[in-house]
């Protein structure tokens, strides 16, 4: 009977989106076969900012916009039809999230409560508007630790992965990973086999994700987007700020999403950074940078940020 009713629970449908969270959805949701580009981040932004300084108290301020008051904000021919054309895409959204919900799959706007707060708190307006969730919501407000690292690993360098993952678990902390092969892989496994739980950006469709215990997928934009490097150096922002720490078990110098992902960390500041010192260029590099050097992981708590 309780499992039954819990497999009943988790095929309710969620709950009607807010006007608001809609048109989030409209402007930033990359559908299938559309011809009209979603907005970026900066273009979201900014009109935003404009939206609000026409003074509507309505709670659906995007659902208001016409022609006319896009073209008195500054937009021109061109844009404005871009953007009205964005929010008429109420009946292709719908097929979308319908589809998205048949896979286990639902949006999270930052408008929403399960958005995770750790990417506000450290990325700010450069958090993704738009992200699909497939697994444990509960996940998306979790203490995390992130690990990420090269994929093809030395044995030094799995070892580190592995014990991370197992002390993550150990602490009851939650792993960020980006579920890649090598780094990623080797501390999740090791994370969820000794019963932690795991937050994962992956950098393709979240329809390839097998569905397990413990586990929340997140993916920026779509669920259903094929992998591409530039979607893989994208998430990287993530896994740094959704970490309280960002532990990198082995990383190539100028070359890859680890180094990408470390440098634009440490010269911004989403968490602090700890490499494993196994003495090769890409470690000496990050740590000339600003990374801690951890030689012997054996304790979470004794890794501290550099005092500056």
């Not at 497999?7 to 559309?34: I, M, T």
């Not at 959204?93 to 450290?122: H, K």
Request: proline share 6%; with cysteine.
């Amino acid at each position: 009977g309780g499992a039954a009713e819990a497999q009943k629970g988790a095929a309710a449908p969620p709950l009607p989106l807010r006007a608001a969270e809609e048109g989030v959805l409209l402007l930033c949701c990359a559908l299938p076969e559309d011809t009209v580009r979603p907005l970026t981040l900066p273009q979201f932004e900014a009109l935003g900012r404009r939206v609000r300084l026409l003074g509507s108290g309505a709670s659906d301020p995007l659902g208001e916009v016409t022609a006319r008051e896009l073209r008195r904000l500054g937009y021109d021919e061109g844009q404005c039809a871009r953007i009205l054309a964005l929010l008429a895409r109420r009946e292709k959204l719908r097929r979308y999230l319908t589809a998205a919900e048949r896979a286990g799959i639902r949006p999270v706007t930052r408008l929403s409560a399960s958005y995770p707060a750790r990417l506000w708190q450290a990325l700010g307006t450069r958090c993704p508007a738009v992200l699909f969730a497939k697994g444990d919501p509960v996940l998306a407000s979790a203490r995390c630790i992130t690990v990420v690292g090269s994929r093809e690993l030395t044995a030094e360098g799995r070892t580190f992965a592995e014990t991370a993952g197992r002390l993550i678990a150990e602490a009851g902390l939650t792993l960020c990973s980006g579920g890649a092969i090598g780094a990623d892989l080797a501390a999740q496994e090791a994370c969820l086999a000794h019963g932690g739980s795991a937050v994962i950006f992956p950098a393709g469709p979240l329809t390839d994700c097998p569905a397990q215990a413990r586990t929340l997928y997140l993916a920026e934009q779509a669920f259903d987007a094929p992998f591409s490097a530039a979607r893989a150096l994208t998430r990287n922002r993530y896994l740094h700020a959704m970490g309280e720490k960002t532990l990198a078990a082995q990383c190539t110098r100028c070359s890859g999403g680890t180094w990408e992902g470390a440098v634009e960390n440490l010269r911004r500041g989403y968490s602090p950074v700890f490499v494993h010192a196994d003495g090769t260029e890409g470690a000496r590099a990050l740590i000339a940078r600003g990374a801690v050097p951890v030689t012997r992981l054996h304790d979470l708590d004794e890794l501290q940020p550099a005092q500056l």
